[in-house]
């Protein structure tokens, strides 16, 4: 039981680094925007709630995936084909959710940007 957990957090580890450098390239170009373009002030208060943000999606997305497992463990699955297919699945719908919605905002941003006339 403890050894599926594991495997399965090598493979999460993975698909957040995915989703760290959406994340990043969000915040970067975000910033940018708000900063060069925009000439907004910079916010401590908002980088740390995007920050509180980024924690709470890391958390909140390892426990949706190691309660997957559990209940694959739980209904005894774990040896099964359907039972590896279900924990791949489980990390890449739950992670990438939310690599797509940071990807996609990265890439608005980075198309407002480029659509800047000075």
Known sequence: ML???LNDMKTIM???????MAYGANIVLSLY?????????????????????FAVLILGTLMLV?????AIIFIG???TEW????????????IGLAIAKYIKEAYTT????????K
């Open 14 to 20: 993975a698909v957040y680094g995915v989703f760290v």
């Open 66 to 70: 190691a309660s997957v497992d559990l």
């Open 33 to 53: 925007k708000n900063l060069s373009i925009k000439k907004e002030q910079f916010s401590f208060k908002k980088l740390f709630k995007g920050l509180v943000q």
């Open 77 to 79: 699955g774990t040896s």
């Open 3 to 5: 050894q599926t957990i």
């Open 110 to 117: 980075l198309q407002d940007i480029l659509n800047v006339t």
């Open 83 to 94: 039972g590896e297919i279900v924990n791949i699945a489980s990390i890449v719908l739950t």
